[in-house]
């Protein structure tokens, strides 16, 4: 971009006030020039004929040294303010992404928010026309400095894909699809009767209660941690628990809002043994909730205490290594191995038990349309994947069996 004349105003004879540029060239003095000085600055707003308006602007210097440092000051403001018309800044483009999804569930929100901030943070990128494939390909690449499992990159890059398509960005899909991981198809590993049997004997009553609820219904974390006494129903002689959409009141008098996955209602047969630990409890219940937390609110807190009874029950595999923040006031990240940290073996997760008892309904004879109404799938075969293979040592009878 050209540099802006100063110019000085003056008065002609016989031609009146005149503004005069300047001369800046080596060689010709300056020093002794004294203001107002002035530049003219063109704008995006169009006036007569079409053109561009080019108002006079008049400079706070007193001496020309100083009105050369606020002329480029001025212009390089001007030459910021043409490049970036038209365009989304990246920050307004995530708070509207943001705005849009606010109806989400806490957790999805919370999520998208971690992410396109973790983004923001980590790329250069100020607009929304500059995240190119080079921009997260340089992301990815932090990512896995940080060690993040393929499942999680796959995922994030996604969130920027959902981002990208909302500003605008025409198949922002095509931008990410080399840099997308390779996921191998999770195989779907129950866990069996003996390690239920070595989980289960490390539990208080109270943790009993709770993870039989898991593996009985099948339930997601947030369904299980929603769970209210009116979900339990009869159906017929068969009782039920309920898996349907909520409004209700935090401890803290704010509302909340929860929502199944995929906005269906559906009722899962319990078992005589889960009806009736559910029964002894609710004799000495004070709340709505099934499994409230000490403030009497839904309980967050599941997964955690989970891995930390496998771990406890000596079923972590010791391959597993997590890095983790620690420290008061410095913080510094510190590699864990799951034979010693109960949290990061990646063999426990609350889905296990869901899949463990898919497969256990399908070996009881079930059909597979009736395991996806009871798990609340759209896809059958979604379904399918739930289901794992039986333990080879319990099936050798079958295998063993004459065919004909």
């Not at 004997?201 to 339930?219: G, N, Q």
């Not at 109960?342 to 070996?363: I, V, Y």
Request: hydrophobic share 35%; charged share 30%; net charge positive.
């Amino acid at each position: 971009m050209a540099r802006l004349a100063i110019y000085l105003r003056t008065k002609e004879d016989g031609k009146g006030w005149r503004y005069k540029a300047v001369n800046e060239r080596p060689g010709i003095k300056t020093s002794h020039l004294n203001g107002p000085f002035y530049i003219r600055i063109t704008t995006n707003e169009v006036g007569a004929g079409g053109r561009k308006k080019q108002p006079w602007v008049e400079l706070d210097a007193s001496t020309f040294e100083q009105a050369k440092a606020e002329r480029d000051q001025k212009a390089n403001g001007q030459q910021i303010a043409a490049e970036t018309v038209g365009r989304i800044p990246l920050a307004n483009a995530i708070a509207n992404f943001l705005e849009l999804k606010k109806r989400k569930t806490p957790a999805t929100v919370a999520n998208y928010t971690h992410i396109l901030n973790e983004f923001a943070e980590q790329t250069d990128a100020k607009f929304v026309d500059q995240v190119d494939r080079k921009v997260l390909d340089s992301y990815v690449s932090w990512l896995e400095e940080k060690r993040a499992a393929p499942k999680t990159i796959h995922n994030k890059l996604m969130v920027i894909v959902f981002l990208l398509k909302e500003a605008g960005v025409s198949k922002p899909s095509k931008i990410v699809k080399d840099l997308l991981p390779t996921l191998e198809e999770e195989i779907a590993e129950p866990y069996t009767a003996k390690d239920l049997e070595a989980i289960f004997s490390k539990m208080t009553d109270e943790e009993c209660v709770r993870f039989t609820f898991f593996l009985i219904t099948a339930c997601r974390e947030k369904e299980v941690a929603h769970a209210q006494w009116k979900d339990l129903v009869m159906k017929g002689n068969v009782p039920h628990f309920v898996v349907q959409a909520k409004k209700f009141k935090y401890s803290d008098g704010s509302a909340g809002e929860f929502k199944p996955k995929n906005h269906e209602r559906r009722e899962i047969p319990l078992t005589r043994e889960l009806v009736d630990m559910l029964t002894a409890r609710k004799k000495t219940s004070k709340s709505e909730w099934i499994f409230p937390n000490e403030n009497g609110d839904p309980e967050g807190h599941f997964l955690r205490k989970f891995k930390k009874i496998c771990f406890i029950a000596g079923l972590n595999c010791g391959k597993c290594e997590t890095s983790r923040s620690e420290g008061r006031y410095t913080k510094k990240q510190v590699n864990k191995n799951c034979a010693t940290y109960s949290e990061g073996c990646s063999l426990h997760f609350l889905h296990r038990l869901r899949k463990t008892r898919a497969t256990f309904w399908h070996t009881s004879g079930i059909s597979l349309r009736t395991i996806q109404a009871y798990l609340g799938h759209a896809d059958l075969s979604t379904t399918q994947k739930y289901l794992g293979i039986e333990d080879s040592a319990e099936v050798v009878s079958k295998i063993n069996r004459p065919m004909f």
